[in-house]
């Protein structure tokens, strides 16, 4: 079974552009969430979304917004990119939601904003 | 914030079992126990979870003392390719959900 996809690995944008990561999750699971490591902050949650809908989120600014489409795929954008924004992006996928699910991670997306 | 606490760094020779410790003395009784683990620049790789029973898989077992404040996820026989860093995390429920709060984690050296 194919595990989680991010596309594209590695993106070099600049400040001020805007930006979408993609994220494919296994095959039949229904939740998708994000996070953002950088080396200062390290692993950071984003937001997560179950069936279309955005379920938390996290402490980012507003230029930071996601979705999710009714085949479990999930986009992540970042507008007004800032050199801040300069950080692995990483995309989890999970059969359900809830504590006793387990969350499998993809190889990430590596932004970089000059 | 993270609800968990852990050393820094560990050493641990190869062949041996690497014995990771975990404070979350603020655990809620209805909130799970993970362990993850990066190997440098890549997605964290799930590795076990539990509530309060001690648990196995095949890649290692978690330990939960009987207060719940504290755990050790147990590597049987490390490898070279256990190096990584390790996180434990609360699982913290919020709105049907369930993020993942990682803190700084244990950077895992194994040395032959």
């Known amino acids: 079974k194919a595990g989680v996809t991010q596309t594209p690995r590695y993106l070099i944008k600049t400040r001020g552009q805007q930006v979408t990561l993609s994220c494919s999750p296994i095959?039949?699971?229904?939740?998708v969430s994000w996070y953002q490591q950088t080396p200062g902050q390290g692993l950071q949650f984003l937001f997560e979304y179950f069936s279309e809908t955005q379920r938390n989120k996290g402490n980012f600014p507003g230029r930071f917004s996601g979705r999710q489409f009714s085949n479990s795929r999930s986009e992540m954008n970042v507008s007004t990119l800032e050199l801040g924004d300069s950080a692995l992006y990483l995309c989890a996928s999970s059969l359900e939601l809830g504590r006793n699910t387990e969350a499998f991670f993809g190889q990430g997306t590596r932004l970089t904003v000059v | 914030d993270a609800k968990t606490t852990q050393p820094p760094s560990m050493d641990c020779a190869e062949g041996r079992a690497a014995n990771l410790p975990c404070n979350h003395s603020?655990?809620?009784?209805?909130?799970?126990v993970y362990w993850y683990r990066q190997i440098h620049s890549q997605g964290p790789q799930y590795i076990i979870h539990g509530l309060k029973n001690n648990e196995t898989n095949e890649m290692a077992s978690l330990i939960i003392t009987e207060d719940r404040k504290s755990s050790t996820l147990i590597l049987p026989h490390a490898t070279l390719r256990d190096t990584a860093v390790y996180y434990c995390?609360?699982?913290?429920?919020?709105?049907?959900?369930?993020?993942?709060?990682f803190g700084q984690g244990t950077e895992l050296s194994v040395k032959p």
């Open positions: 995390i609360v699982r913290v429920a919020g709105n049907q959900g369930g993020k993942l709060i």
């Open positions: 603020t655990i809620s009784g209805n909130e799970y």
């Open positions: 095959s039949g699971h229904r939740s």
